[in-house]
Nanobody
């Protein structure tokens, strides 16, 4: 069992930066793949980035590649999403998710919200023009 709590959201001007945190409970956090997703009003939840348990594998959606960085500190049971050069279209509720599933670079199942069994409540990110 893992419980996830996101923090770090807020209002920022376009071009600005924010760092989101996803704090997890549990003693085996390093075994979990963790993903970040976002959901804008009226839209489907979409994949943003994912990181494997020991940070050996990282993957980004094309829309955030080069602007966002995912990382984790397993000693602190925390995964981060550093967001830079933010755009108004980045406005959404951001969720972190975790699962013990296998990192599959061919199928990229970690990009699907159905891969993850544990979800946080989300944190709002708003980017003004």
């Amino acid at each position: 069992q893992v419980q996830l709590v996101e923090s770090g959201g807020g209002l920022v001007q376009a071009g600005g930066s924010l760092r989101l945190s996803c704090a997890a409970s549990g003693r085996t956090f390093s075994r979990y793949v963790v993903g970040w997703f976002r959901q804008a009003t009226g839209k489907e939840r979409e994949f943003v980035a994912a990181i494997s348990g020991l940070s050996w594998n990282i993957f980004y959606a094309d829309s955030v590649k080069g602007r966002f960085t995912i990382s984790r500190d397993n000693a602190k049971n925390t995964v981060y999403l550093q967001m830079s050069s933010l755009k108004p279209e980045d406005t959404a509720v951001y969720f972190c998710a975790a699962d013990l599933g296998t990192w599959d670079p061919q199928r990229r199942s970690f990009m699907s919200r159905h891969f993850y069994g544990y979800w946080g409540q989300g944190t709002q990110v708003s980017v003004s023009a």
